[in-house]
């Protein structure tokens, strides 16, 4: 057990050495939420059409695009794995003593690390649009560890993804496939009630549905009436997608 831990918290390690010698992909990979929070969000703001439950649609926003930007990382995590097994590298992992799981969970969080260095550099610009945060320390940490840990599980899904891509080409098409869906029917940038009937059953079963919901909750609305049953949602999300991937994790050498 103790083997595995170190072996996850030397992938989650790798992934902080690499951000400090090259964190070109944090900032061009911010400029898209930015540009929700920039643009996006004061052109709908004066449309004054989308229920927000009495904040600023930017506010509304802001828990979305944050998350829609670390899934977006998360996901395309899997090229990542896709230019290890090309280049080699992921062939040396697989034939350590440590488990797949703790490799599949190592590599998963290492994901988490960049989705919260991207938050960091979206949060000043939601403050300097205006975007009021619930003045509390302790929730704002638990929203970065329940961002942290639902991006593990996302991350998963890519690892998942690419056991079954050859090149990296095709991961990102399907990437893209995975991402915008997760997105728009989500309560990103909308209520789910506002959703026709179809989609709004099929939000229910969306991760990113629970995440936002519990993201805002801490650090815009303060509202933490359904946070118990979120935190269940996403927990059991990232379990099954950790063992989807680890039973499939073999495959990408395959």
Known sequence: MMDSLRNMLAMIELELRRLRHDRTELYTRAVQPILWIVVFGPVMAAVKAIPTG????????????LIQSTV??????????????DSGILKKL?????????????????????AVFQILIIIPVALLMGVRFVPNAFYFTLAFLIIFFASGGFAAVSLF?????????RFMGLGQAITFPLFFMSNALYPISMMPP??????????????????????????????GFDLLVIALFDVTMFVIASMNFRRIIE
């Open 94 to 114: 697989l034939v350590t003593p440590a488990p797949r799981y703790a490799t599949v969970i190592g590599r998963s969080m290492a994901a988490g690390v960049r």
């Open 54 to 65: 009495g904040m600023s649609y930017i506010a509304y926003i802001t828990p979305g695009v």
């Open 198 to 227: 179809i989609l709004r059953e099929i939000s229910l079963f969306n991760p990113m549905s629970y995440l936002v919901d519990a993201v805002r909750g801490l650090t815009i609305s303060g509202d933490l009436s359904g946070l």
């Open 161 to 169: 993804v690419a056991s079954f891509m050859k090149t990296r080409e």
């Open 72 to 85: 977006f990382v998360s996901i395309f995590y899997g090229l990542t794995i896709v230019w290890e097994r």
